[in-house]
């Protein structure tokens, strides 16, 4: 059983920026491919981030070159650092653990653990 708990959500300005972070438990979390998602109100959850075991990372077209994924396997924790926040951005985000190394991993469907979630709000 894997349990992530998330943190850093919270208000901030349009063109300003968090850093959410996702602790994991589990002994074998370097094993894990983690991955970001997010929910708008009205809309479907979508793909944000994701790293692989071995740092591959990718992203949704809309955050690259403002969002970066990384892992401390020490500490059993993923980040997501958001830069150059934009009105669009606003959702919860849920961190998700995916133990099986599922190759479809921009897919809800490739992950067996997921976060509580964590409130991102962006004023303009």
């Known amino acids: 059983q894997v349990q992530l708990v998330e943190s850093g959500g919270g208000l901030v300005q349009a063109g300003g920026s968090l850093r959410l972070s996702c602790a994991a438990s589990g002994r074998t979390f370097s094993n894990y491919n983690m991955a970001w998602f997010r929910q708008a109100p009205g809309k479907e959850r979508e793909f944000v981030a994701f790293?692989?075991?071995?740092?591959?990372?990718d992203y949704v077209d809309s955050v690259k070159g403002r969002f970066t994924i990384y892992r401390d396997n020490a500490k059993k924790t993923v980040y997501l650092q958001m830069n150059s926040l934009k009105p669009e951005d606003p959702a919860v985000y849920y961190c998700?653990?995916?133990?099986?190394?599922?190759?479809?991993?921009?897919?809800?469907?490739?992950?067996?653990?997921w976060g509580q979630g964590t409130q991102v709000t962006v004023s303009s």
């Open positions: 790293i692989g075991w071995t740092a591959g990372s």
């Open positions: 998700a653990a995916d133990p099986d190394g599922a190759a479809y991993y921009r897919r809800q469907t490739a992950y067996d653990y």
